[in-house]
């Protein structure tokens, strides 16, 4: 049992109130008056004209379709993100809205192959940059943000020193001081430290660099596969 293609409408008669929002389908059934045909125990989904499921629920009174179509299946799960297609229920998640359903898998014609590959692309380079963002972030766990927002001038400031002995360092000063350190012991550490983080940085943009070049030049699907899946699983590694 499907309906296709609700609509909204007002009623002659609003049986429910002026207040109320009142659909209908292609075959001007009422969205109220037709709730009353569903079985109780089976998933009501609200489905697009492309198929992907919107929303769903055993309780019919709990969907909105509008603009969309309503069917009853026999399942229990969550099956919102996926896609309905001759009475079935498809399983396999959609790649991208370029590919189409056969009736057995998602296929993509070679017209609209290279603009699915350049959208894949897209999307990893984003992946990448973020995940190397996430790298970065993991080098300065335990650092509260009031000390990492001061490590420039705290580099700054130990350079010019390592420089000049004469040259003012304000905030190491204080520091040293607080501490109960030699300033000159606080501005090696300093100086270590930096270039240290300086290294790792170095190595996180040079493996996203090398995850990029690799990207650019891949020309099949499965290959984009196979380097998100690496990219994933990418970590930290002094090399």
């Known amino acids: 049992m499907i309906f296709k293609n609700f609509i909204q409408y007002s009623p002659k008669n609003p049986l429910y109130g002026n207040d109320a929002v009142y659909l209908r389908d292609e075959q001007n059934n009422d969205w109220y008056d037709i709730q009353k045909k569903f079985s109780e125990n089976t998933m009501k989904i609200a489905f697009n004209d492309s198929g992907l499921i919107i929303s769903c629920s055993k309780d019919i009174s709990a969907l909105y379709p509008i603009n969309c179509n309503v069917a009853e299946v026999e399942f229990n799960e969550d099956l919102t993100g996926l896609y309905f297609f001759n ?23 070679k017209a609209n192959l290279a603009e699915f590959i350049t959208q894949r692309k897209e999307i990893l380079l984003t992946t990448l940059a973020n995940r190397a963002d996430q790298l970065k972030t993991g080098l300065l766990v335990g650092y509260p943000q009031t000390e990492i927002e001061s490590f420039y001038r705290q580099e700054k400031e130990a350079l010019a020193w390592q420089a000049d002995h004469n ?50 030049a891949l020309k099949t699907p499965e290959e984009l596969t196979s380097l998100e899946q690496e990219i994933e699983q990418w970590q930290f590694q002094a090399n």
């Open 87 to 109: 009475g079935r229920i498809v399983f396999i998640r959609r790649p991208s809205d370029l590919h189409t359903w056969n009736g057995q898998e998602w296929t993509i014609s």
């Open 167 to 216: 040259t003012s360092t304000p905030m190491l000063s204080q520091i040293a001081r607080v501490r109960g350190v030699p300033l000159e012991v606080l501005i090696e550490k300093v100086i270590e430290k930096s270039a240290q983080f300086a290294v790792a940085i170095g190595i996180i943009i040079g493996q996203r660099q090398a995850f990029e070049d690799r990207l650019l």
